[in-house]
């Protein structure tokens, strides 16, 4: 196991599916854990759990969808921890529809929210990770990033909007010891894909190599190996996560 001891990190979305457990996994490596998201009462169930593991762990409301939430967010962070080493943009929303009749009440949401919402967040945490002269920010993006999706354009704009934006932050920021990258699942098993018909879930595993959907373990295994020291000379990267599904 990598080792974050001593380490601070900020898990949006994280009071459930991936989010829950890219914080749970990070705490296990030795973070202390800010867990964001709307729900306070959800995150407070996760900041328990890490805490039975003897961990450390702090639940902050927060949309990121709102500048104001996350600028209040991320002083909270900083009253309690002191300090900021793991940005993880994870939080996302869905609003599946055909372009042709999507709404843009629908288009505008999925983007601040999933791409809007991450900017806001590395703002904040830039300006705490410049001063430090060192970071890792890691944003979730998607397969479908990479290889579209049809009823999700909202969706597939905004995380394909994410692998631009790791890229460009990761340009500018290089020089001061901040690491930026990106992880893409596949398709994983979550609140988010358990909706799914059982013949279109049939439909993906017949196209993913491994023949499996992912797990959140996965993907959180990513998400700690890339905020490592071991992932120091990595940036600018998208490590897919998705069994072979798509192949860059």
Sequence with gaps: MFSLKERVALVTGASQGLGRATALALACAGARVALAARNKENLQSVAEEIAGAHGAAHAVQMDVAESDQVKSGFREVMERFGRLDIL??????????????????DWDAVLRTNLTGAYFCIQQALAIMLRQRSGRIINVT???????????????????????????????????????????????????????????????????????????????????????????????????????????
């Design 88 to 105: 993880v943009n994870n939080a996302a929303i869905t609003r599946d529809g055909l372009a042709v009749r999507m709404k843009a009440e």
């Design 142 to 248: 998607s397969v479908v990033a990479q290889s579209g999706n049809a009823g999700q354009a909202n969706y597939v704009a905004a995380k394909a909007g994410l692998i631009g934006l790791t890229r460009a932050i990761a340009t500018e920021v290089a020089s001061r010891n901040i690491t930026v990258n990106a992880v893409a699942p596949g398709f994983i098993v979550s609140p988010m894909t358990d909706p799914l018909p059982e013949k279109v879930k049939q439909d993906l595993l017949a196209r993913i190599p491994l023949g499996r959907m992912g797990s959140a373990a996965d993907v959180a295994a990513a998400v700690v190996f890339l905020a490592s020291d071991e992932a120091g000379y990595i940036t600018g990267h998208v490590l897919d996560v998705n069994g072979g599904m798509h192949m860059n």
